[in-house]
């Protein structure tokens, strides 16, 4: 009779225990719940005891009462790598509108990044400026127009590298500038009585400010200010002193 007793009293503990065992179920926010775990569906977790149905997005792990655990966070290997834009070095751009020394004009530019951390570019722009050297146009009797031709190597600092969509860059450039220009002749009454064509060269130094803009790997913009002054300038062998030298314009090329 006392062994009966016994193996029942341990029988009804032990389906009681069985009740009343619970699973835990950690939340995203730090939370903890002990709960019946009934039911897991791809978007909730079902419980009783009291009933709750929980958004599975907000769970971090379940622990079982039998100890084993369910994991619901992404690891950091199944979280999806972030895309990484490779950059050419090579850029080829077109300078559709540029405000010059004395005109408007149009260029084209290429640029070649000379170091593996972006930092430092060689850079060529090559430009026309409308009726450039000729600063006389308006009494000019023959209304001829004389472009300026300029060359102007250089290389862009970029403080933060140039691989990114929108980056700063200051930098040195040589510019040279050539084309004609003509001198009036006068004769003693001060009457123009004719025209000279004369070839006008100039070397001067520009510092360079530019907004690079990469919306893409391929497509490169940007915008450019610069300013400087010439140290030989002369117009028909004639030394003229120095000249103001500027630039200002939009550029939109291919970067590869």
Do not use: C, W
Not at 6 to 13: K, P, R, V
């Amino acid at each position: 009779m006392y062994i009966k007793t016994l193996l029942l009293t341990i029988a009804g503990t032990l389906a009681l225990n069985a009740t009343y065992a619970q699973d835990k179920l950690f939340k995203k926010n730090g939370d903890m719940l002990e709960v019946k775990v009934t039911e897991i569906t791809t978007r909730t977790v079902s419980t009783n005891g009291p009933t709750y149905t929980i958004n599975k997005a907000d769970v971090s792990k379940i622990e079982y009462e039998n100890g084993s655990e369910d994991f619901f966070s992404p690891t950091e290997e199944n979280r999806p790598a972030r895309k990484q834009v490779k950059y050419g070095n090579n850029i080829i751009s077109v300078m559709p509108m540029q405000i010059m020394t004395y005109d408007v004009g149009v260029g084209i530019a290429y640029e070649r990044v000379l170091d593996n951390a972006g930092i430092l570019s060689f850079y060529l722009p090559v430009m026309v400026e409308f009726d450039g050297t000729n600063n006389n146009s308006f009494i000019n009797p023959n209304g001829k127009s004389y472009p300026a031709y300029y060359v102007m190597p250089g290389l862009k600092l970029y403080p933060t590298g140039s691989r990114g969509v929108v980056r700063y860059a200051v930098g040195p450039n040589l510019a040279y500038r050539t084309g004609k220009e003509y001198i009036l002749n006068y004769d003693n009454l001060g009457n123009i009585v004719g025209e000279t064509e004369e070839t006008s060269t100039a070397l001067g130094i520009m510092v360079t400010n530019s907004l690079n803009i990469n919306p893409t790997k391929n497509i490169h913009m940007g915008l450019e200010l610069g300013l400087g002054f010439t140290y030989f300038n002369k117009l028909g062998g004639v030394e003229m002193g120095t000249d103001a030298l500027a630039q200002f314009g939009f550029k939109i090329g291919y970067r590869f």
